[in-house]
């Protein structure tokens, strides 16, 4: 098993910036890319981003490019969501996610471990 721990939301003023955390812990040899998705109420869980944990390879939706950014620290079992210039339709609850397999990872399903969440909040 893997246990994931999200940190780093909150609220702030569009155009402003946060930074997520995602630590991970257990079993993390078995991870092959983890990524970062947010979801409102009602909502299907929308995609963000992936990093690859071995070569560190990056995707990110249209959405988001040029604004956000993810990056890991492997000694630190840790994968980050840098988000710059946020906007109101950034507000959502995010979520990190690990995987054991590297295909369809812009789906949830292809993720097997999940984090509780954490509120990030884009005020107008």
């Known amino acids: 098993q893997v246990q994931l721990v999200e940190s780093g939301g909150g609220l702030v003023q569009a155009g402003g910036s946060l930074r997520l955390s995602c630590a991970a812990s257990?079993?993390?040899?078995?991870?092959?890319?983890m990524g970062w998705f947010r979801q409102l109420p009602g909502k299907e869980r929308e995609y963000v981003a992936t990093i690859s944990w071995s070569d560190g390879s990056t995707y990110y939706a249209d959405s988001v490019k040029g604004r956000f950014t993810i990056s890991r620290d492997n000694a630190e079992n840790t994968v980050y969501l840098q988000m710059n210039t946020l906007k109101p339709e950034d507000t959502a609850v995010y979520y990190c996610?690990?995987?054991?397999?590297?295909?369809?990872?812009?789906?949830?399903?292809?993720?097997?471990?999940w984090g509780q969440g954490t509120q990030v909040t884009v005020s107008s």
């Open positions: 996610a690990a995987g054991r397999y590297g295909y369809g990872l812009t789906i949830p399903t292809a993720y097997d471990y």
């Open positions: 257990g079993r993390t040899f078995n991870i092959y890319a």
